[in-house]
C-alpha cells in the first residue's frame, strides 16, 4: 500500500476518550506496520494543561495498558507526539496554532500538509472550522488541508443542514472527510468486492431472486453512564441516520464506472434518495420503536432504560428502532429491507442477511430449504451461505447446510482496523469511504418523519434486556410471512 505524503495530524480534543481509546492506538499501529510517511507530527490540542512531555508520557502509558506492545516501541512513537495547550472556541489562540504548525513543518518537512481531527463534541464543529478559516490554516496554498469530522453530523435535518453550510464557508467539499467507522470495516467494504467481482451473486442481486433482506445491529451492552447524551439522541439519530442506512446502501447501490471516490459515492446517493418516503401509514404499520426494561441477563438484574444514571424517569427515547423500508428503482421493486438496530440485545452483532427466493420446483413444496447469505460485519468478521443437500438415506429430502469463510482464517494477513484505515485513507486523500454532503442530507430527509412521528405519537414498546427486542418487530415480518433470522424469543439463559 502506498505511503502517504509526510504530514501533520493536530487532534481537537486531545485529552479526551475518543483520542485515547481508538485515535492513538490506530495511528501507533499504522506507524509500526510502516504504513505511516516517512515523517510526520501528531499535534494534541486542547485545554488540558499537558506540556509535550507530559503528554507523551500518557500517552506511552495508555498505549501499554491497551495493547501489548513494548515500551520501546511506544517510545520510538510518541517522539513523533507534541502537544498545544488552547481554547479552542478563542479565535486569538489559533495564532499560537499556526506558528506551532509552522515549526512541525520545518521539523518533519510536511510541507504544511495537514489533517485536523474534530475528536470534539460537536458543538465545537462550528468554532473550530471558523477559527481555522479566520486564520487561513484552511487554504491549499502550502500544502494540502483536509478536516475529518465525526459524528453526529447535525441533530435533525435543520442542524445537518445548518452545519454543511457553515463547513462549507470554512472548508471546500473536497477537503471535508465525514468519518462513519462502519465503513471502515474489512466485511462492508467486502461487500462491494464481493458483489461485483463474483459472476456468481451479482446476476442474482435484485428482485427476481431476493426475497427479502434484513440487516441487524444489536449492541449487548446498555447506554454505559452516557445516559445524559444517549436520551437526547437516541436510537434513530445514534445509528439509523447514518451506520446502518450508509450499510443499506453498499448492499443496495448499483456498480460503479470505476472504484474511486466519486463514482462509489454517486451511486451510494442514489439508492438513499431512492428510499420510498415514509408516509403517515408505514410510521404507523411499518416502524417499531422501543426502550428496554430491566431483566435477569446471565444471572444478573440490568436495569432498565429509565433506572440508568441521567435518563429521565419518563424519558420516551428510543433504544430499539425496527423499520421495513423499500427502494423506489428498477433493481430493488417489490423487495422489502428490514432494518433493526438495539442496545441490551442479547450479543453484540452486525450483519447482512440476503434471503433468496425459494425454489419454484414442486418436488420440494414447502419443505424447500431457504438460501441465505450472511455476511456478518461484527464481531466476527465472516460471510455464511445456508443451502439445500439431500438428507442422508433413502429418498430426496433436502436439509439445509452452511459453508463459511472466516476473516480469522486468514493469519498471514494483519487487517486494519476501522479507525486505522479511515486516518490512512485520509492522509493518502481517498474519501471513498468517507459520507458525502448530498449522501448525508439525504439520509436526515428520510429519517427526518420518524423523529417528527416521535414527538406526536405515543407508540413506545418495552422489551426486556437480554431480548432480540419488541414482540412488535416479530410481528411487522410475520404479518409479511418473513421472520428475523434471531427472534425476540430468543434470550440469554
Given at each position: 500500500?502506498?505511503?502517504?505524503?509526510?504530514?501533520?495530524?493536530?487532534?481537537?480534543?486531545?485529552?479526551?476518550?475518543l483520542t485515547?481509546?481508538?485515535?492513538?492506538?490506530?495511528?501507533?499501529?499504522?506507524?509500526?506496520?510502516?504504513?505511516?510517511?516517512?515523517?510526520?507530527?501528531?499535534?494534541?490540542?486542547?485545554?488540558?494543561?499537558?506540556?509535550?512531555?507530559?503528554?507523551?508520557?500518557?500517552?506511552?502509558?495508555?498505549?501499554?495498558?491497551?495493547?501489548?506492545?513494548?515500551?520501546?516501541q511506544?517510545?520510538?512513537?510518541?517522539?513523533?507526539?507534541?502537544y498545544?495547550?488552547?481554547?479552542?472556541?478563542?479565535?486569538?489562540?489559533?495564532?499560537?496554532?499556526?506558528?506551532?504548525l509552522?515549526?512541525?513543518?520545518?521539523?518533519?518537512?510536511?510541507?504544511?500538509?495537514?489533517?485536523?481531527?474534530?475528536?470534539?463534541?460537536?458543538?465545537?464543529?462550528?468554532?473550530?472550522?471558523?477559527?481555522?478559516?479566520?486564520?487561513k490554516?484552511?487554504?491549499?496554498?502550502?500544502?494540502?488541508?483536509?478536516?475529518?469530522?465525526?459524528?453526529?453530523?447535525?441533530y435533525?435535518?435543520?442542524?445537518?443542514?445548518?452545519?454543511?453550510?457553515?463547513?462549507?464557508?470554512?472548508?471546500?467539499?473536497?477537503?471535508?472527510?465525514?468519518?462513519?467507522?462502519?465503513?471502515?470495516?474489512?466485511?462492508?467494504?467486502?461487500?462491494?468486492?464481493?458483489?461485483?467481482?463474483?459472476?456468481?451473486?451479482?446476476?442474482?442481486w435484485?428482485?427476481?431472486f431476493?426475497?427479502?433482506?434484513?440487516?441487524?445491529?444489536?449492541?449487548?451492552?446498555?447506554?454505559?453512564?452516557?445516559g445524559?447524551?444517549?436520551?437526547?439522541?437516541?436510537?434513530?439519530?445514534?445509528?439509523?441516520?447514518?451506520?446502518?442506512?450508509?450499510?443499506?446502501?453498499?448492499?443496495?447501490?448499483?456498480?460503479?464506472?470505476?472504484?474511486?471516490?466519486?463514482?462509489?459515492?454517486?451511486?451510494?446517493?442514489?439508492?438513499?434518495?431512492?428510499?420510498?418516503?415514509?408516509?403517515?401509514?408505514?410510521?404507523?404499520?411499518?416502524?417499531?420503536?422501543?426502550?428496554?426494561?430491566?431483566n435477569?441477563?446471565?444471572?444478573?438484574?440490568?436495569?432498565?432504560?429509565?433506572?440508568?444514571?441521567?435518563?429521565?424517569?419518563?424519558?420516551?427515547?428510543?433504544?430499539?428502532?425496527?423499520?421495513?423500508?423499500?427502494?423506489?428503482?428498477?433493481?430493488?421493486?417489490?423487495?422489502?429491507?428490514?432494518?433493526?438496530?438495539?442496545?441490551?440485545?442479547?450479543?453484540?452483532?452486525?450483519?447482512?442477511?440476503?434471503?433468496?427466493?425459494?425454489?419454484?420446483?414442486p418436488?420440494?413444496?414447502a419443505?424447500?430449504?431457504?438460501?441465505?447469505?450472511?455476511?456478518?460485519?461484527?464481531?466476527n468478521?465472516s460471510?455464511?451461505?445456508?443451502?439445500?443437500?439431500?438428507?442422508?438415506?433413502?429418498?430426496f429430502?433436502?436439509?439445509?447446510?452452511?459453508?463459511?469463510?472466516?476473516?480469522?482464517?486468514?493469519?498471514?494477513?494483519?487487517?486494519?482496523?476501522?479507525?486505522?484505515?479511515l486516518?490512512?485513507?485520509c492522509?493518502?486523500?481517498?474519501?471513498?469511504?468517507?459520507?458525502?454532503?448530498?449522501a448525508?442530507?439525504?439520509?436526515?430527509?428520510?429519517?427526518?418523519?420518524?423523529?417528527?412521528?416521535?414527538?406526536?405519537?405515543?407508540?413506545?414498546?418495552g422489551?426486556?434486556?437480554?431480548?432480540?427486542?419488541?414482540?412488535?418487530?416479530?410481528?411487522?415480518?410475520?404479518?409479511?410471512?418473513?421472520?428475523?433470522?434471531?427472534?425476540?424469543?430468543?434470550?440469554?439463559?
Open positions: 500500500m502506498q505511503k502517504p505524503e509526510n504530514n501533520s495530524i493536530v487532534i481537537f480534543g486531545a485529552s479526551g476518550d485515547k481509546r481508538k485515535l492513538l492506538p490506530a495511528l501507533y499501529h499504522l506507524y509500526v506496520n510502516e504504513l505511516l510517511p516517512d515523517d510526520f507530527a501528531i499535534l494534541g490540542a486542547s485545554k488540558t494543561a499537558f506540556t509535550d512531555e507530559s503528554f507523551r508520557e500518557k500517552a506511552c502509558n495508555d498505549l501499554m495498558e491497551s495493547d501489548n506492545i513494548s515500551k520501546e511506544s517510545e520510538d512513537f510518541c517522539k513523533h507526539l507534541y498545544h495547550p488552547m481554547d479552542m472556541t478563542d479565535v486569538n489562540d489559533y495564532t499560537q496554532l499556526k506558528s506551532r509552522e515549526t512541525l513543518s520545518e521539523t518533519h518537512q510536511t510541507t504544511g500538509n495537514t489533517v485536523y481531527y474534530m475528536a470534539t463534541p460537536p458543538s465545537l464543529y462550528g468554532a473550530i472550522s471558523a477559527n481555522l478559516a479566520k486564520h490554516l484552511n487554504k491549499d496554498r502550502n500544502g494540502w488541508k483536509r478536516l475529518i469530522v465525526e459524528k453526529p453530523f447535525g435533525d435535518l435543520a442542524s445537518a443542514n445548518e452545519l454543511d453550510e457553515h463547513l462549507h464557508t470554512c472548508f471546500r467539499e473536497r477537503q471535508v472527510y465525514r468519518i462513519d467507522h462502519y465503513l471502515g470495516k474489512e466485511t462492508v467494504q467486502n461487500l462491494l468486492v464481493f458483489r461485483f467481482s463474483n459472476g456468481l451473486f451479482e446476476p442474482l435484485n428482485r427476481s431476493i426475497d427479502y433482506v434484513e440487516i441487524t445491529a444489536a449492541e449487548s451492552l446498555g447506554v454505559e453512564g452516557r445524559g447524551y444517549y436520551d437526547h439522541s437516541g436510537a434513530v439519530r445514534d445509528m439509523l441516520q447514518n451506520h446502518l442506512l450508509q450499510v443499506l446502501a453498499l448492499v443496495a447501490m448499483e456498480p460503479p464506472a470505476v472504484i474511486n471516490a466519486d463514482a462509489m459515492r454517486n451511486e451510494v446517493v442514489k439508492v438513499i434518495q431512492s428510499l420510498h418516503p415514509l408516509e403517515e401509514q408505514d410510521l404507523r404499520e411499518n416502524l417499531v420503536l422501543g426502550q428496554y426494561t430491566k435477569i441477563v446471565d444471572g444478573k438484574m440490568v436495569p432498565g432504560y429509565r433506572e440508568e444514571e441521567g435518563v429521565d424517569d419518563e424519558s420516551r427515547t428510543p433504544t430499539y428502532v425496527g423499520m421495513k423500508m423499500m427502494i423506489d428503482n428498477w433493481r430493488w421493486n417489490g423487495v422489502p429491507f428490514y432494518v433493526r438496530t438495539g442496545k441490551r440485545m442479547p450479543e453484540r452483532l452486525t450483519e447482512i442477511v440476503i434471503h433468496f427466493k425459494k425454489t419454484p420446483h418436488v420440494f413444496g419443505d424447500a430449504p431457504e438460501n441465505k447469505l450472511i455476511i456478518r460485519i461484527q464481531p468478521e460471510i455464511q451461505m445456508d443451502f439445500g443437500l439431500k438428507k442422508p438415506g433413502a429418498g429430502r433436502a436439509k439445509e447446510v452452511s459453508m463459511s469463510f472466516d476473516y480469522d482464517s486468514l493469519e498471514e494477513t494483519n487487517l486494519l482496523t476501522a479507525y486505522e484505515r486516518l490512512l485513507d492522509m493518502r486523500g481517498d474519501a471513498t469511504l468517507f459520507a458525502r454532503s448530498d448525508v442530507r439525504a439520509c436526515w430527509e428520510f429519517v427526518q418523519p420518524i423523529l417528527d412521528y416521535k414527538k406526536e405519537v405515543k407508540s413506545l414498546f422489551y426486556k434486556s437480554g431480548s432480540w427486542g419488541p414482540n412488535k418487530a416479530d410481528e411487522m415480518l410475520e404479518k409479511d410471512g418473513r421472520e428475523w433470522r434471531f427472534s425476540s424469543e430468543d434470550l440469554i439463559n
